[in-house]
């Protein structure tokens, strides 16, 4: 994937809560083309394996049943300076420090359910939409 994408996840906290519309509009209203999306559902194993980089952290057996818990949307989002631009549109991964008018402050309910994931780097946004997308599955 070029640098100008990035990939999300919207969590099951946020599906469950009916969230999917209000967040897919605040994405596309700050510019993003959703090249590929999909409501699924990690099972324990799948999000151990998207989350290993995290296996050795304290919250990481917590992260992967929260995160196997419902279904999630995972889409591949392109604009220009994509991964920077989305995690500045999501604030900060604990709600209470979310910008006002961020993802996370308005629908995020604690640090563990903040409603959605955004890749941190180009090279990890590149490996998290290939895990979850084959490139026939690209638009």
Known sequence: MAANRTFTMLKPDAVRAGN???ILQMINAAGYRIVAMKLTQLS???AGEFYEV???RPFYGELCAFMSSGPIVAAILE???AVEDFRTLIGATNPANAAPGTIRAKYATSMGENAVHGSDS???AAIEGAFHFAG???F
Do not use: M, S, T
Request: proline letters at 0%; aromatic letters at 0%; glycine letters at 6%.
């Open 136 to 138: 026939v599955e690209l």
């Open 20 to 22: 999917i519309g209000n």
């Open 122 to 124: 180009d090279e990890n």
């Open 44 to 46: 324990l194993e799948k």
């Open 79 to 81: 604009k220009d300076n």
């Open 54 to 56: 995290h296996k050795e």
